[in-house]
C-alpha cells in the first residue's frame, strides 16, 4: 500500500515535462493499485485477519506497519480520494511549468499520510509524520511566488517545531515505559503514580506537536497562509494529508497511547475538550469576515477538524464514533468545497465571495457540488456532517457534558451564517456582465476532469449521510473502532 504511490512518485521524478502521458498512467496506475490493495485488506481485517510488517531499526526499536481497523479508516480516505484528486490535479495542471516535480511530491505526500495511518508505533508515526513534513513543503511553495515562499516558511516553522515537541515526547514516554507500541486501551497501566505528572507534560507535548497540523488554537497561523497553494494542494491538505495527520495523530495518543480511561483519570481530556470547543467557536468567527473563497474555506477547516478532537476528548463510546467518522465525513465534504473553489478560479477567475454572484446560473453543477458540501459542514441531514454532529451531541449527553451541545449549536449557526451567504450570491443574485477572466470551454461549463471529481465527492458525502447504516459505511466502522478502544479484551 505504501509502494504503490512512492514507486510512481519517484519515477515521475525523472520524467520530463512532454512526457504526460506517461505521467498520468503512472499516477492513475498507482491510485487504482492502491484502492484495490486497500480494499483487499479492509475486507480481511473485518474477517478478523491481520496485516503486520515489523523491521528494525536500533536495539528495542522497530519500524512497525499494521492495518488496524483504526488504521484502515484512514487509508481508505487516503486512497480515495487521492484518486479523485489524481484526476482534478491532471486537468488543473494541465499546461502547467514543473509538473513532474508536483506529482512527484504529490505521491510522496500520499505515500508519507498513509504511513502515518498504518503506523503500529510511536516512532513509525513520527518518521512518516515528519516526511509528510518534507513531502508537503514544495506543494505549499509550487507557484514560486513570494507570497507562495512566505507561506511555506511559515508552514516550515510551525511543523518543525512541532515535530521538536513530538520527538522529545516520545523519548521522554520511551524512558518511562521503555515500549512506544500502540495498543488499544493504551500502554501505560504499569507506570507508578510518582511518573504521572510527567505523563501529563508529556500528553501536553504531544498534543502541542499534534495540534500544529491539527491547527488547533493558537497553533493555526500557517494554515490560512497556505491557500496560496494551488487548489488540489489546498484539497489534499485540508481533506486528506496534514490537518488530518494532525488530528489522527491525537487520536492516537488518546486511545492507543495513553488510553481514554486512563487519560480521563489523569485529568487530561477536560482541557482538551475546551480546547477543541475554543478552535471550534474561533475558526467559524474567522471565517465570517473572509471575503477570500479559499480563506473562508481555511478557516472553515481549523473549526471542522476539531470535532474530530472534541469527539476524542468526551471519552465516550458514541461521542468517539462521531469523531471518528468525522475523519471521513469532514474529508468529503471539505475536498467538495475546494475543488469547486478551484473550478471558480481556474473558469471565471473568481477568488472572492463579493464576485460570486450569479455563478450558480453560468456554473450550476459545480455550485450544487458546492451547496452539498456546504449544507454538510452546516449539518443539514441528510449530508453526511449530520451523522458526526448527531453522534457528538449524543455522546455528549452521555456523558454528562451537556455544554457540548451550545458549543454545537452555536458552532452550526456560525457555519449557516458563512456559507449560507454565498449559496444566495451564487443561486439568486443576478450575475454580473463579465466575469474577471473567463476561460471558454464551449458548452461545457469547465472542463470535465475539473467538474467530475467535486461531483463525485458531494455524491459520496451525500451517500455517507443517506446510507450511514449500511455494511461498510464509515459510520458502520466508526462503531466498530469505538467497540475495540472501550471494550476491555
Known amino acids: 500500500m505504501i509502494a504503490s504511490s512512492l514507486l510512481p512518485g519517484l519515477i515521475i521524478f525523472g520524467l520530463a515535462e512532454e512526457r504526460v502521458r506517461l505521467r498520468t498512467v503512472l499516477n492513475l496506475s498507482g491510485a487504482l493499485v492502491k484502492l484495490v490493495l486497500v480494499g483487499f485488506v479492509l475486507w480481511g481485517v473485518s474477517q478478523g485477519q491481520q496485516y503486520e510488517t515489523r523491521l528494525a531499526l536500533l536495539p528495542g526499536l522497530e519500524l512497525v ?180 495527520a494532525g488530528a489522527f495523530g491525537i487520536v492516537r495518543v488518546v486511545y492507543d497511547v495513553f488510553g481514554v480511561e486512563f487519560a480521563a483519570n489523569l485529568g487530561v481530556l477536560g482541557p482538551l475538550a475546551w480546547l477543541a470547543a475554543i478552535t471550534i467557536i474561533y475558526g467559524s468567527l474567522r471565517a465570517l469576515f473572509q471575503d477570500d473563497l479559499k480563506r473562508r474555506l481555511a478557516f472553515s477547516t481549523i473549526s471542522q477538524v476539531s470535532y474530530i478532537v472534541l469527539g476524542t476528548a468526551i471519552a465516550g463510546p458514541i461521542a468517539a464514533i462521531g469523531g471518528v467518522v468525522h475523519l471521513v465525513h469532514q474529508g468529503l465534504m471539505k475536498i467538495t468545497l475546494f475543488f469547486c473553489a478551484g473550478n471558480l478560479a481556474e473558469t471565471l477567475g473568481i477568488h472572492k465571495i463579493s464576485e460570486m454572484n450569479g455563478v450558480g446560473r453560468r456554473m450550476p453543477w459545480t455550485m450544487t457540488a458546492f451547496t452539498v458540501g456546504a449544507f454538510g459542514m452546516i449539518g443539514a441531514p441528510p449530508v453526511a456532517g449530520f451523522v458526526t454532529k448527531w453522534y457528538l451531541g449524543l455522546g455528549a449527553l452521555q456523558a454528562g457534558q451537556e455544554w457540548v451541545i451550545i458549543v454545537l449549536a452555536g458552532s452550526s449557526l456560525l457555519n449557516a451564517a458563512y456559507f449560507l451567504p454565498i449559496l444566495h450570491r451564487a443561486w439568486f443574485q443576478e450575475p454580473p456582465n463579465t466575469w474577471p477572466k473567463e476561460f471558454d470551454f464551449g458548452r461545457k461549463e469547465t472542463a470535465w476532469m475539473l467538474l ?38
Open 452 to 489: 467530475l471529481p467535486p461531483v463525485i465527492t458531494a455524491l459520496m458525502a451525500l451517500a455517507a449521510g443517506l446510507l450511514a447504516a449500511v455494511a461498510f459505511s464509515p459510520l458502520e466502522w466508526a462503531q466498530f473502532i469505538a467497540e475495540q478502544e472501550f471494550s476491555r479484551p
Open 65 to 244: 506497519l499494521r492495518a488496524g481497523p483504526l488504521s484502515l479508516l484512514f487509508v481508505s480516505l487516503s486512497a480515495l480520494l487521492w484518486l479523485v484528486t489524481t484526476v482534478y490535479a491532471i486537468g488543473y495542471l494541465e499546461g502547467s511549468p514543473h509538473r513532474s516535480r508536483f506529482f512527484g511530491f504529490f505521491s510522496l505526500c500520499v505515500t508519507a499520510t498513509v504511513g502515518v495511518a498504518l503506523s503500529g508505533n510511536l516512532i513509525t508515526f513520527l518518521l512518516f509524520y515528519e516526511l509528510l513534513t518534507l513531502a508537503t513543503y514544495p506543494l505549499v511553495v509550487h507557484r514560486g511566488t513570494e507570497a507562495a515562499r512566505h507561506a511555506g516558511l511559515i508552514y516550515l516553522r510551525y511543523t518543525i517545531a512541532g515535530g521538536a515537541l513530538l520527538l522529545v515526547a516520545t523519548v521522554w514516554l520511551y524512558t518511562l515505559t521503555g515500549t512506544l507500541e500502540f495498543t488499544p486501551q493504551g500502554f501505560l497501566d504499569s507506570v507508578g503514580a510518582e511518573q504521572h505528572t510527567a505523563l501529563i507534560i508529556i500528553f501536553t507535548l504531544l498534543i502541542a506537536g499534534f495540534g500544529v497540523k491539527a491547527a488547533l488554537v493558537p497553533l493555526h497561523g500557517w494554515l490560512p497562509l497556505a491557500m496560496v497553494a494551488p487548489a488540489p494542494v489546498s484539497a489534499l491538505l485540508h481533506a486528506v494529508a496534514v490537518v488530518k
